[in-house]
């Protein structure tokens, strides 16, 4: 089944609004204009019920199908936040608030859900209600757990969430996807090390927590050489060092900070005992005592089993079997909509955005070529999990 003909006509208006999204940037959950904006067009489109202030400034928006026999409910969720970026696009919509930026296309995630809203509330073609999810805070402020804990699953009877991501380089009219780990937990850890300062001349007389510290930062890397199943994926990166403020003074304190990305629990559970294994003990070798602060992340993104074959199926229906990629890499990159995925059985999947900029790049920007087929999943969705 290709694109719906009806979005395609909507084409130019979905593009007109991801381009005012894109114009006006709002960051974390301080978006009460892309809020507003996206109740004003809820209400325009016919929506039965509108609820604001989920997770502090989400939006949610029940749209009940024509027969409305079923008791089948579907969550369908979209991010708003904007990221702290000067925009170097040179577009006659580009940001028009100094250091904010859609650098991540969620002016186009909310786009295209506002489309399929649009549509399933003039057409109402399924039995059931479908539940059009706009978070805040996806972007480092766990604004899918403020909604999660803010009791979203309970209060509209949402069985089952999808969700959907663009994704630059792949191309476009494709989809990508895989059942179990797409979207690695994002954990980060702050190592202390404690040591005894003294001059630069007679290292002897001090306990070097810099020294210290450039050992334990290649040792830590034997974390996923040496512990990790080859077969699984891990990744450990020491992003931050910071010691000293002299040339000729040893320092008596030095940092080192990082961050851990596992695709999977038991991986992202092992990570952590070794690292609170190793760096006391590393320190302690040297003479020196260590702290380790580590800090749980977004969770891992898990796409159950049932959704994704689901989610599979919709996605050729609309884009044709050689345009879904099933078995698609996962992505250590991480992302919040892991907390309603750990709620309700869910599936999130990549759109093509084609050869664009990367996610998070002062030159990147969402593909409104990919609109049309964003919304018709979306549509397709519904109508397929709960058929009249």
């Not at 020294?211 to 334990?216: K, L, P, S, T």
Request: glycine share 10%; net charge negative.
């Amino acid at each position: 089944m290709p694109i719906i003909n009806r979005l395609a006509e909507f084409h130019e208006e979905i593009s007109g609004w991801r381009q005012d999204f894109h114009a006006h940037p709002e960051l974390l959950y301080d978006v009460k204009r892309t809020g507003a904006k996206i109740e004003e067009l809820l209400k325009s489109f016919g929506v039965d019920e509108i609820v604001t202030g989920i997770g502090k400034t989400g939006v949610v928006g029940v749209i009940r199908g024509r027969q409305n026999s079923s008791s089948k409910v579907i969550g369908l969720r979209a991010d708003m936040d904007a990221l702290p970026i000067v925009e170097k696009t040179g577009k006659d919509y580009a940001s028009k608030t100094a250091g904010k930026m859609h650098a991540c296309g969620h002016d186009g995630h909310m786009a295209m859900l506002l489309g399929a809203a649009k549509y399933l509330a003039e057409t109402r073609n399924f039995d059931g209600n479908a539940i059009v999810i706009f978070q805040p805070a996806e972007e480092g402020g766990a604004g899918g757990k403020a909604m999660v804990d803010d009791g979203l699953m309970e209060r509209f009877g949402i069985e089952q969430v999808f969700g959907m991501h663009n994704m630059p380089k792949m191309e476009l009219g494709t989809f990508g996807i895989r059942p179990g780990g797409l979207m690695a937990a994002t954990d980060e850890f702050t190592i202390t090390i404690n040591g005894i300062g003294g001059h630069a001349a007679a290292p002897h007389t001090s306990i070097d927590p810099v020294m210290i510290g450039a050992q334990i930062a290649v040792a830590l890397q034997t974390l996923v050489s040496r512990n990790v199943d080859p077969i699984e994926n891990a990744v450990l990166s020491i992003t931050q060092i910071h010691g000293g403020n002299a040339y000729n003074i040893i320092p008596a304190t030095a940092q080192l900070m990082g961050t851990v990305r596992t695709l999977n629990e038991n991986i992202r559970q092992l990570m952590e005992k070794r690292l609170n294994e190793m760096v006391p003990k590393l320190a302690q070798a040297f003479g020196a005592n260590a702290d380790l602060r580590f800090k749980r992340g977004y969770p891992v993104t898990v796409n159950a089993p049932e959704q994704t074959d689901f989610a599979i199926k919709v996605a050729r229906e609309i884009a044709g079997d050689d345009n879904v990629n099933s078995n698609v890499a996962p992505v250590m990159g991480g992302e919040d909509f892991s907390y309603m995925a750990n709620a309700r059985p869910a599936a999130f999947i990549f759109l093509g955005n084609g050869d664009s900029a990367d996610l998070h790049q002062d030159s990147y920007n969402f593909n409104d070529a990919a609109i049309p087929l964003g919304c018709s999943y979306w549509v397709k969705l519904v109508e397929t999990a709960m058929p009249i």
